[in-house]
């Protein structure tokens, strides 16, 4: 295995969370590149900007004024893909045009007053706040909608049109089809393993080593081995948890930690302010809080475009839309340079 | 059915050609844009460049040379992801890191021997031999591997790095996940309905017209009832059909018409050579040539990023990426504006 895993030739990986396959073709990264460039984000954002609706104090698209917060502010997106009262289109059961009622709420969350600031260049007593908001948010959504998704659109190249430190929670009266997904493959491999999943993969994970960013007491980062972004990362609790409600408050601190240490890896790799998209996967809630669970555990995917430079990125296009997701470096590969880089910003060096 | 369709409220639809949901918010259009704009195409691509790879006579990156070709032309991708002889790495069967040896070929073909043109623009006659030139090699890599890919990666937004019109051919010793997936559902559906899924869902939209944007007494273009990204559309041809080379010479002939037609709308729709990422889906080939088909029928996926304009396109990112994929205007909202554009094509007006 080892010596498959240096060798540069193509092969097949196999996603059992997502009972997919991704194609791994290292020798692609020796092709020229003569696409798209990206534009590199803005560097000078201002710490305040009167005009940009996210900040303390100003007003936003609906008319209403944001207080004057000073840690994380949370308030419902004024342009919502899902609303609670939206009336109820009702359910057609044609085979071949089928639909079905969707109801939810799509809230945002600012980490933090400040403009000019990300996650890994916040402290990690503002980080551990960010944190303790999003158990609120899934313990309170979660009382009654099945899924409630946090996620963090980060950079203009990720579809991020305000450049304040923001991310977003949508819940909604129904499991998406990937937390679906990602449910019947763990809920399979408990029943047949008798363990969870991602518990054992983080276990062999630790042991295996050639695949972790970077580890803590409670916590691990891996790219993993079934990897289809470039620098994909996969974060996970070392202890079962199923969700971010359940972490203790050593846990979350340890979490505030390992996130800026890993995000801070990313923003060195090619000294830019890494674009990408993240999300938290745990148990579901809802109606699915009274049923057994135990084959989840929480974790965290990161989605990152960029493949060569902070200005190329990796196009999941034709083959990848229309047949199978393709990889042009191996995880391993990824992971040793990521694990390489410093764990001082380069911003604060 | 007809009123929830035209209502503007959030709901879910479901694709059974990959047995998942897709969440429709079209009021989601309402908010407004800040985030990232696309560079337009490049408008004057010169007919012939001495420097570009893939223009009749010129060297390519590894040193050979094209011929002086004066319609079609196929070569061999020069940084193929997938390679006939490359050391067979094996399979690993440990259910956590599972691989699995991938072999096969990748080819490029340039569709005319002009850089200036595409396919919209080309002639009718000149179109029927790039689809003869497909038929040919489905049938050609296709007694060897059990997958043959064609794709189009059209404009840079979409990964393409040359102006030159051409599209690549994927063949691989695996299905991969997505035909592996609509071969499951087509067979499903079969096997429950007794016709062919997707034969009985052009009649069906046939029928009912508010999806349909271009139809010919062979062909039938639709905004499928789930389509995600948010001019999708789905090429078909009326009778049962397992393989582009199945095709009649009256189809191929009704084939470029049609493609000829949809295509110059997505062009006129913002006046921009529309990017895309676009590929065939037939029945399997290889060992599966043996075997009954019937489930299958032939078909083009269209996947157009843009969304409001020539420069903005729509985002699968955070939500679309960890939960599920979200739409902001309806299929039929969408297939009625690309139904009432000008079969004239903008630039020849
Ligand atoms: O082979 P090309 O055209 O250089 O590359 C393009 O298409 C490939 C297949 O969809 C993708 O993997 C690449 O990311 C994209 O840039
Ligand atoms: O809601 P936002 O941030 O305006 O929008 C962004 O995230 C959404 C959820 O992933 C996407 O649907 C949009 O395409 C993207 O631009």
């Given at each position: 295995?080892?010596?498959?895993?240096?060798?540069?030739?193509?092969?097949?990986?196999?996603?059992?969370?997502?009972?997919?396959?991704?194609?791994?073709?290292?020798?692609?990264?020796?092709?020229?590149?003569?696409?798209?460039?990206?534009?590199?984000?803005?560097?000078?954002?201002?710490?305040?900007?009167?005009?940009?609706?996210?900040?303390?104090?100003?007003?936003?698209?609906?008319?209403?004024?944001?207080?004057?917060?000073?840690s994380t502010f949370v308030f419902e997106n004024d342009f919502p893909a899902l609303q609670p009262d939206a009336p109820d289109?009702?359910?057609?059961?044609?085979?071949?045009?089928?639909?079905?009622?969707?109801?939810?709420?799509?809230?945002?969350?600012?980490?933090?007053?400040?403009?000019?600031?990300?996650?890994?260049?916040?402290?990690?007593?503002?980080?551990?706040?960010?944190?303790?908001?999003?158990?609120?948010?899934?313990?309170?959504?979660?009382?009654?909608?099945?899924?409630?998704?946090?996620?963090?659109?980060?950079?203009?190249?990720?579809?991020?049109?305000?450049?304040?430190?923001?991310?977003?929670?949508?819940?909604?009266?129904?499991?998406?089809?990937?937390?679906?997904?990602?449910?019947?493959?763990?809920?399979?491999?408990?029943?047949k393993h008798g363990e969870p999943m991602l518990l054992q993969y983080a276990k062999r994970e630790a042991e295996k080593k050639?695949?972790?960013?970077?580890?803590?007491?409670?916590?691990?980062?891996?790219?993993?081995?079934?990897?289809?972004?470039?620098?994909?990362?996969?974060?996970?609790?070392?202890?079962?948890?199923l969700r971010m409600s359940d972490l203790t408050t050593e846990e979350r601190e340890g979490l505030a930690a390992i996130m800026?240490?890993?995000?801070?890896?990313?923003?060195?790799?090619?000294?830019?302010?890494?674009?990408?998209?993240?999300?938290?996967?745990?148990?579901?809630?809802?109606?699915?809080?009274?049923?057994?669970?135990?084959?989840?555990?929480?974790?965290?995917?990161?989605?990152?475009?960029?493949?060569?430079?902070?200005?190329?990125?990796?196009?999941?296009?034709?083959?990848?839309?229309?047949?199978?997701?393709?990889?042009?470096?191996?995880?391993?590969?990824?992971?040793?340079?990521?694990?390489?880089?410093?764990?001082?910003?380069?911003?604060?060096?």
């Amino acid at each position: 295995l080892t010596d498959m895993l240096t060798l540069p030739h193509q092969h097949l990986r196999y996603n059992p969370l997502r009972d997919s396959w991704v194609l791994v073709s290292a020798h692609r990264m020796k092709r020229p590149w003569a696409g798209q460039v990206e534009r590199p984000p803005e560097e000078h954002i201002p710490r305040y900007d009167p005009n940009n609706p996210l900040c303390p104090g100003n007003k936003r698209a609906n008319g209403e004024g944001n207080p004057d917060y000073d840690s994380t502010f949370v308030f419902e997106n004024d342009f919502p893909a899902l609303q609670p009262d939206a009336p109820d289109p009702g359910s057609e059961q044609d085979p071949l045009f089928q639909s079905k009622a969707a109801r939810g709420v799509c809230k945002v969350m600012c980490f933090h007053p400040w403009s000019d600031v990300t996650l890994p260049l916040m402290k990690k007593e503002e980080v551990v706040k960010v944190i303790d908001k999003w158990a609120e948010l899934v313990e309170e959504l979660g009382t009654i909608y099945p899924w409630v998704q946090i996620f963090e659109n980060k950079g203009a190249m990720m579809g991020c049109s305000n450049p304040h430190p923001h991310c977003q929670v949508w819940a909604s009266n129904f499991l998406p089809n990937e937390p679906a997904l990602s449910d019947r493959c763990q809920r399979a491999y408990y029943q047949k393993h008798g363990e969870p999943m991602l518990l054992q993969y983080a276990k062999r994970e630790a042991e295996k080593k050639e695949r972790v960013v970077v580890e803590s007491s409670d916590w691990l980062a891996v790219v993993p081995y079934w990897a289809t972004w470039p620098y994909q990362t996969l974060l996970l609790p070392r202890r079962h948890v199923l969700r971010m409600s359940d972490l203790t408050t050593e846990e979350r601190e340890g979490l505030a930690a390992i996130m800026k240490r890993l995000l801070t890896k990313y923003d060195n790799l090619f000294e830019v302010s890494f674009p990408y998209s993240m999300g938290w996967h745990g148990a579901p809630t809802g109606p699915y809080l009274k049923e057994d669970n135990s084959h989840w555990q929480l974790h965290a995917h990161y989605y990152p475009p960029l493949l060569r430079s902070a200005t190329v990125k990796k196009f999941m296009v034709g083959y990848e839309m229309l047949a199978q997701e393709q990889r042009d470096l191996t995880p391993e590969q990824a992971a040793e340079k990521l694990r390489n880089l410093p764990e001082e910003h380069y911003k604060t060096r």
